[in-house]
């Protein structure tokens, strides 16, 4: 059955309305007119969730506004509001500025070809003070919706309006006090919202904007506008990437991972993305949203938190991974969300991985019927037996009897190099032929020129899946996040890890491998995996 609507198609405005994830069986899992469907007029992220729909996995409805908007930003307006958002609301159930029953979206970009993190995300987009209530006798959970409402502000001053998001930052840790900000309830995190009102109108020169369809103009535009941002042009440089195919943008109907109880956020990799082994590699953070894990700003937990909290949904997403791998026929980045109990896909995509991993995992596949011997050779041909081997300490190499730190390992190997706390030492230091460790609080993607310089990044805080940790394993650089005993001191150079205190210009050695920090210089040795080796000489020979 197709769903009808008060204005003619556009075009390039795309809808995803998922039975699976709506309970309502008279939506078609898609409903376009116009230019058809594909990576290159969707985006590869809102193409592989209309996939994903199709397969019957929950994903919830999906408005896209095509790549074509990328190069006439303005042009899109007119059909979101006239027939887009009409669509979405008819497909939810719920109302855009509605004062009983709100619609609040998340606003994604979605190139054809995927960029880890490059672009900009906004969530829960059309809380203000009148839906708020709305919101609240939906849920019935006051922490939620003034949770979800501190959040938008402070993104939306930093991506909509450029302020700082240190200006958002300090005001939550001068509340919190050391505390984990999920344990801040209602009435603490209404009190928050409020400073963030007023810093926002401080800072802004204006107050943040309580028309909702303002705030969704305002986002679309901005998400659009991040295609050309300083890090998506450097990432588009380093890997090739043509700037005129532009990106597409997701408005998602959201789900509430910050609902307490049985709910969370994840990100996860159908195969582990540094070795290729076969088993779901996952982060989690019980009672928060998606950002709070990709940022690379918050710690994260393993599939073990999942499974203890919600364990059907824990079963459910590790049959719904393995559709996943079925779907694409190759290992997958994937983000989810959990809300009181029940699991939502966000987006699934090819994962970036190490070339040891690339190996197995294309061998694997091809064994497992999933791809043939033509694809498994093709994502194979360009990997030499050199780079199917894994950094190790030398065993007699002298190494400390006691690490100096322990952080989880996003990516594999081991490396030297001396300390840099800014990229503009990293980029002078590499410049003048130094190995150098980016040492830095948070793991983010505004780095990533100076990542792409150093031979390492150890951070403070961060997930092993976070969009930053995403990018150093694809450059193939060591990288450990999530460091809880490091302290940085950038106004005299210095770190602590633990009691030792350093100083850039000093050496560190990371253990990818164990995920443990050393100080000084030591020596490595290069261990093929002669296994992988074996097995992909006998593909290529046709055995």
């Known amino acids: 059955m197709t769903t009808h609507h008060p204005f003619p198609w556009p075009d390039h405005l795309y809808l995803i309305a998922n039975p699976a994830a709506t309970g309502k069986a008279d939506h078609t899992p898609f409903v376009r007119n116009g230019v058809a469907p594909s990576r290159d007029t969707m985006g590869s992220k809102a ?4 996939r994903m729909a199709q397969a019957g996995l929950p994903v919830p409805s999906a408005l896209v506004l095509g790549t074509h908007y990328a190069h006439h930003r303005k042009q899109c307006i007119r059909p979101l509001f006239d027939t887009g958002i009409p669509a979405l609301e008819q497909t939810s159930g719920y109302l855009f500025g509605d004062t009983r029953k709100p619609l609040i979206v998340s606003v994604r970009s979605g190139a054809p070809i995927s960029m880890p993190g490059m672009m900009e995300t906004l969530l829960n987009i059309g809380l203000c ?13 006051p922490r939620l919706v003034w949770d979800a409402y501190r959040r938008l502000v402070a993104s939306f001053g930093e991506v909509v309006e450029g302020l700082p998001a240190s200006l958002f930052e300090n005001a939550l840790q001068d509340l919190t006090q050391g505390r984990d900000e999920r344990l801040l309830d209602f009435s603490e995190l209404r009190q928050l919202t409020r400073t963030f009102l007023a810093l926002y109108a401080e800072h ?5 904007p309580q028309d ?3 705030q969704l103009a305002r986002a679309v535009l901005a998400v659009f506008s991040s295609w050309d941002s300083n890090k998506a042009r450097e990432y588009r440089k380093l890997n090739g990437i043509d700037s005129a195919m532009g990106t597409a943008v997701t408005i998602q109907r959201m789900v509430f991972g910050n609902a307490g109880g049985r709910s ?3 990100v996860g990799f159908t195969r582990n993305p540094s070795n290729g082994e076969p088993a779901l590699w996952i982060d989690f953070l019980a009672n928060a949203q998606g950002e709070d894990v990709v940022s690379g700003r918050r710690n994260a937990h393993g599939h073990e938190a999942m499974a203890d909290l919600a364990p059907e949904a824990w079963e459910e997403l590790s049959e719904a991974t393995r559709t996943l791998e079925q ?3 190759d290992m997958q980045d994937f983000e989810f969300t959990v809300e009181d109990s029940q699991l939502y896909l966000l987006q699934a995509r090819s994962g970036k991985r190490t070339p040891l991993a690339a190996a197995r995992i294309a061998l694997d596949l091809h064994e497992e019927g999933l791809i043939d011997r033509a694809t498994a050779l093709q994502r194979t041909e360009a990997l030499q037996d050199a780079e199917l081997s894994t950094a190790h300490l030398a065993s007699d190499s002298g190494a400390p009897a006691r690490p100096v730190g322990q952080a989880a390992s996003a990516c594999s190997g081991v490396c030297s190099g001396e300390i840099a706390l800014d990229p503009q030492r990293a980029a002078k230091r590499a410049a003048k032929g130094k190995d150098v460790i980016l040492v830095r609080n948070d793991a983010e993607t505004n780095d990533i020129a100076a990542l792409e310089q150093s031979v390492g990044l150890l951070t403070r805080n961060g997930a092993r899946t976070s969009h930053a940790a995403v990018v150093a394993r694809q450059l193939g650089k060591v990288c450990l996040v999530g460091c809880e005993t490091l302290r940085i001191d950038s ?3 210095s770190i602590q890890l633990g009691e030792l205190t350093l100083r850039e210009g000093d050496t560190l050695t990371l253990d990818g ?4 920090v050393y100080q000084g210089y030591i020596a490595t040795v290069r261990e093929p995996d002669q296994q992988v080796i074996e097995r992909l000489g006998q593909l290529r020979k046709g055995k």
């Open 491 to 493: 106004s005299d150079g």
């Open 513 to 516: 491998n164990q995920g443990l």
């Open 129 to 141: 003070d009148a839906t708020l209530p709305g919101l609240l006798r939906q849920t019935g959970n």
């Open 204 to 208: 802004a020169g204006h107050p943040f």
């Open 264 to 266: 969370g956020a994840g």
């Open 47 to 50: 193409f592989n969730l209309l």
């Open 327 to 329: 779907v694409f026929g």
């Open 212 to 214: 909702v369809r303002q």
